[in-house]
């Protein structure tokens, strides 16, 4: 792990695979304070949750580690030191930190203005009655909504990606699916006066029902999102067969296809949108709605029943979202 063969450090001193910020100045003096010399002076196992190792070619890793004096009658003649390399938990619990910060933030912005038109409310200083009191309660409802779609988006992917989801693969049609995720988005096109065409075939495969139109009406309610009055969403399908000359244990795949003439993504937004929180615009949750999960979601989803979802996108002009399901359910 250090790069160096035994011989090169037999006979060393400690110091070479410790020379970092804090103590590249190791010398007789503060030799002392190094855990490592502790053990040996103080007869006391050392455990050390973070230091810096060094290898030979000058590179370093965080590590984890204990030093143990090995006493002989009485005397310390010398110690083991055990050690990890934690660069992978190091860079799990960074993501878990920002993940509870984001998460935190997200969760507080809503709960604040609820506070706050409660608080209005409460004290008296509005009249639940008046215009005022009303547009203040429909705030907080508003809020409470988005509260609730935070969390159980931020469950929804948390038991996806732990693996705690489980998922119950039958035979449906893919008519059947779309069919049942038109119907669910339909008022919210009406509303937007946009109009979404669906030719539903019916082609037989292997899924999750309820999962599958979850990622099917999150599609397309961004589709319709982000897209202007009077323009068109387009929800297909097809079956792909493989090619005659690849594996032959590989299963046809179905291809869904949502179309829409929106505001499109920007290339360099074209995956991190797949992301956690990710938006195109800082401004799209507040003035679209969306928490930023649905994509992420989305994906996991997919990529659990052995497909892939990605998009093609013309900036003003639109996107082209498409996922793939295997036709038979794989294992995962
Ligand atoms: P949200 O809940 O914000 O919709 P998503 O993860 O579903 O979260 O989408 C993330 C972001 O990707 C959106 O906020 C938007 O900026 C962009 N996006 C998603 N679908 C489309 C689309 N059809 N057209 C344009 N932008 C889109």
């Not at 580690?65 to 090995?70: F, K, L, N, V, W």
């Not at 907080?140 to 998922?167: C, T």
Request: negative net charge; contains cysteine.
């Amino acid at each position: 792990m250090l790069g160096y063969e035994p011989e090169e450090i037999i006979n060393q001193p400690i110091n070479i695979i410790l020379q970092n910020s804090q103590n590249n100045n190791l010398n007789n003096d503060n030799i002392n304070e190094v855990p490592i010399y502790k053990s040996l002076e103080d007869g006391t196992v050392h455990h050390i949750n973070h230091a810096i190792f060094y290898r030979k070619d000058g590179s370093y890793f965080p590590v984890e580690y204990i030093s143990t004096p090995i006493i002989e009658f009485g005397t310390t003649i010398g110690a083991v030191i055990t050690f990890k390399d934690i660069t992978e938990r190091k860079a799990i619990e960074k993501m878990k930190n920002e993940f509870i910060s984001i998460v935190s933030h997200e969760l507080r912005t809503p709960l604040t203005s609820i506070y706050g038109a409660l608080n209005l409310l409460a004290t008296g200083l509005l009249e639940p009655e008046s215009p005022k009191g009303k547009r203040v309660i429909q705030i907080a409802s508003e809020n409470s909504e988005r509260l609730v779609m935070l969390v159980n988006d931020i469950l929804d992917l948390e038991r996806l990606e732990s693996g705690k989801m489980k998922f119950i693969k039958q035979q449906w049609l893919a008519s059947d699916v779309m069919t049942a995720a038109v119907e669910l988005v339909q008022n919210m096109a009406n509303k937007a006066n946009i109009k979404l065409l669906f030719s539903p075939a019916a082609i037989p495969l292997e899924i999750d029902r309820d999962r599958i139109i979850q990622v099917l009406t999150n599609l397309l309610s961004n589709a319709i999102k982000f897209s202007s009055p009077n323009s068109t969403v387009w929800l297909n399908v097809q079956l792909q067969t493989p090619e005659l000359d690849s594996s032959p244990e590989k299963s046809p795949t179905v291809l869904f296809i949502i179309k829409d003439q929106g505001r499109g993504i920007p290339s360099d937004k074209i995956e991190s949108i797949f992301d956690r929180f990710q938006q195109v615009d800082a401004s799209d949750s507040r003035k679209k709605g969306g928490t930023g999960l649905g994509l992420p979601i989305c994906r996991s989803i997919v990529q659990q029943h052995g497909g892939n979802l990605w998009v093609e996108s013309n900036l003003d002009r639109g996107s082209i979202f498409y996922f793939t399901l295997p036709q038979q359910a794989v294992e995962n």
